[in-house]
């Protein structure tokens, strides 16, 4: 198993930063990609930044330039830096692990941190 509590969310005005950590009970040395999501009550789930163990990252094209995933792995944790934020991207922020390592390989979800972009 693989426990994932991500912290950081808040209220933020437009044009703010906030900073997202998703700190895994698992060494990120195991899991083979890390990602964040974010979904709102009644919508899709929509994928916004991934980061592999070999440390390559991808982004959504709504975020691109504006956030930038990162991870520690002395921390086991994996951050989500936000800047430049819109009233967009309001919503749930979900972290992810896609762990195809034994023991126990499959997807992992954490709680969820609300985000609000609002003045």
């Known amino acids: 198993q693989v426990q994932l509590v991500e912290s950081g969310g808040g209220l933020v005005q437009p044009g703010g930063s906030l900073r997202l950590s998703c700190a895994s009970s698992?060494?990120?040395?195991?899991?083979?990609?890390m990602a964040w999501y974010r979904q709102g009550p009644g919508e899709q789930r929509e994928l916004v930044a991934t980061?592999?163990?070999?440390?390559?990252?991808n982004y959504a094209d709504a975020v691109t330039g504006r956030f930038t995933i990162s991870r520690d792995i002395a921390k086991n944790t994996v951050y989500l830096q936000m800047n430049s934020l819109e009233p967009d991207d309001t919503t749930n922020y979900y972290c992810?692990?896609?762990?195809?390592?034994?023991?126990?390989?499959?997807?992992?979800w954490g709680q969820g941190t609300q985000v609000t972009v609002s003045s």
């Open positions: 992810h692990a896609f762990v195809t390592s034994w023991p126990n390989p499959g997807d992992y």
């Open positions: 698992r060494s990120l040395f195991s899991i083979y990609r």
């Open positions: 980061i592999t163990n070999g440390d390559s990252t």
